[in-house]
């Protein structure tokens, strides 16, 4: 007689997952479905339903020949019931189990769902994370600002990463200041390690380009790790061949190389294939051994105990209604050329088209050219957060809604940024070659082949005088424009505006 089932999802796939550690072998089964609504309930970049679904059937051949009894329902199974709760109910009813065992899923949408159903739940706590929820909390009672930085630092010491006794080793906690060096002229790193889809991976691939094949984005070339032992392959090519350097050039773009000295392992620690706290002791390790630098070893670090578990504090702190925030009342619809790459905008057409590509692009990317646009042009934040859970091999909404509503868009009125992320084309000139081949003109402020980015920036800091002339980061920003002659902001102005009423 089966006693309990338990629910493994498509982002829990890890031997260490709390499910599993209150689970009986002998007794228990486990559940794992494909399912449509999860593969549907916004229209997934291609590659990123045939990651989870490849990485779904290894972990669940891998908990077999471990000795678990699993039940595993393929997408085109017939009797598939096309959801998690259906799934369950209906291997409920054929084992005769009435309680069912999982961890906390990453979604409030699924949450919900799994706690409206009529049998006996069982949720664990997701310990995959350096954080609990109660210590987020904990941290951010009373305070006036959340400001990442702090809660970073409590991490640095709960870890006892890059520690020195009680200091931070270095005698720094950030080393971001050293961080920002502009596109160099050519990466010495080939790129993320690669891998040839085994037979597992092509029938997934098949399956995807049936059912899936018109969605946004390219699924072949299909290359991404899809099981552990990979993924750690994946890690440890990158702890070689790109930390060292990938402090230096975090923040630069590069027409020409789509990954720089990224990592790649967003998909990975997102799934559960990877450990943070593995990931971020193989980095110590390499600054510990000599290999790699302090700054880009530190900024690695902060970007995973830092960043990745602050944001999921947030996102299941605030609650349900998080994604749709709307602070600055922005109601523009998405351009259509965020699903085909067609603008002028060089270095939009290069962020998308990679991104159809790839379902990657890499952090500044993602908030200086696509999300700035986005935010300088006013589009509904809640458009813009759908398209950035679509596109991205990593979108899970605990870590993807965050970063779009709160520190790209500003959409939750600062919980997470002190100021809007925005920049006029200098920031991105800076920071990459996209403008030497763009057919606007960086440097034009106005006129016909004035960046459009540069027109942009000042629309919005006009129209949101009221919230941000008062912000003391912003001070010198607003001091200029009030500065400015009053014919040269109206065509500014007006420009601006032309730009926005002829975008479709
Ligand atoms: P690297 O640059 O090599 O960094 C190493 C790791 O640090 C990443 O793998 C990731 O796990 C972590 N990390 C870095 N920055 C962040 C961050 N801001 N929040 C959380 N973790 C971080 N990340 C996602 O995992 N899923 C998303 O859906 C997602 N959406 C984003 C949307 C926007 C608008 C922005 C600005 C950022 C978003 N990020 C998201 C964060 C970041 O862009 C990606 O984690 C990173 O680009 C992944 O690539 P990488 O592994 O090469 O990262
Ligand atoms: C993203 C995703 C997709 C595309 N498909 C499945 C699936 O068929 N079965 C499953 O268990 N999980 C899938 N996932 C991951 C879930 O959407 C994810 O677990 C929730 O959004 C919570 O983070
Ligand atoms: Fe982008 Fe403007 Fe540079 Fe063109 S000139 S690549 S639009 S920032």
Redesign the pocket.
Same mark, same amino acid.
């Given at each position: 007689m089966v006693s309990r089932l338990v629910l493994v999802?498509?982002?829990?796939l890890s031997e260490n997952l709390s499910a599993l550690q209150a689970a009986e072998k002998s007794s228990d089964v486990i559940v794992?479905? =494909?399912?449509a609504e =999860?593969?549907t309930y916004v229209q997934?970049h291609p590659k990123?339903?045939a990651f989870?679904?490849a990485a779904?059937r290894k972990f669940a051949t891998r908990l077999r020949d471990a000795g678990w009894d699993v039940r595993y329902t393929q997408?085109d199974d017939t009797e598939n019931a096309g959801s998690?709760p259906g799934e369950l109910l209906r291997r409920a009813e054929d084992t005769g189990a009435f309680e069912v065992i999982f961890t906390q899923?990453? =979604?409030w949408?699924?949450l919900l769902a799994l706690e409206d159903m009529p049998l006996k739940l069982t949720m664990k706590t997701d310990t995959r994370f350096v954080s609990t929820q109660d210590e987020f909390d904990a941290w951010a009672e009373g305070r006036k600002t959340l400001r990442m930085e702090y809660f970073y630092r409590d991490m640095r010491r709960k870890t006892g990463l890059l520690m020195d006794g009680d200091d931070p080793e270095g005698g720094k906690w950030n080393y971001d200041s050293e961080n920002r060096k502009p596109a160099p002229d050519d990466i010495a790193f080939s790129g993320p390690m690669q891998f040839t889809p085994d037979d597992v991976v092509e029938e997934v691939l098949d399956l995807v380009e049936s059912r899936f094949g018109n969605s946004f984005g390219r699924l072949r070339p299909f290359w991404f790790a899809t099981d552990q032992t990979q993924a750690r392959r994946a890690l440890t090519h990158f702890i070689i061949y790109a930390l060292p350097r990938f402090g230096d050039f975090q923040d630069a773009m590069m027409n020409d190389n789509r990954f720089l000295y990224h990592a790649l392992i967003s998909p990975y620690l997102n799934v559960g294939l990877l450990d943070p706290m593995e990931v971020c002791k193989a980095a110590e390790d390499a600054y510990r051994d000599g290999h790699a630098p302090l700054n880009a070893v530190e900024g690695f670090i902060r970007q995973i105990i830092g960043w990745r578990e602050y944001v999921r504090g947030i996102y299941f702190r605030e609650g349900p209604d998080y994604p749709r925030r709307n602070a600055l009342n922005h109601q523009r619809k998405l351009p259509e050329f965020y699903w085909t790459g067609d603008t002028d905008m060089n270095c939009m057409s290069k962020a998308i088209t990679q991104t159809a590509d790839e379902a990657y692009a890499h952090h500044i990317q993602r908030l200086m050219v696509t999300g700035n646009f986005a935010l300088l042009a006013g589009i509904n934040p809640h458009e813009v957060q759908e398209w950035y859970l679509r596109v991205y091999i990593d979108a899970? =909404?605990?870590v993807e809604a965050p970063n779009v509503v709160g520190m790209s868009q500003f959409a939750d009125g600062g919980i997470i940024a002190s100021k809007p992320y925005v920049s006029s084309g200098a920031y991105i000139n800076r920071m990459s070659d996209y403008c030497k081949s763009c057919r606007y003109k960086v440097n034009d402020k106005t006129g016909k082949d004035a960046c459009p980015f540069n027109t942009l920036y000042w629309h919005f800091l006009d129209r949101h005088t009221d919230r941000f002339s008062g912000n003391n980061r912003m001070g010198t920003i607003y001091a200029n424009w009030k500065r400015m002659d009053k014919d040269r902001k109206q065509t500014i102005l007006s420009e601006a505006q032309a730009f926005l009423d002829g975008m479709t």
């Open positions: 999802l498509g982002d829990q794992m479905a =494909e399912v =999860e593969a997934h990123k339903i989870i679904f779904m997408l998690i899923p990453g =979604e949408r699924l899970f =909404e605990w």
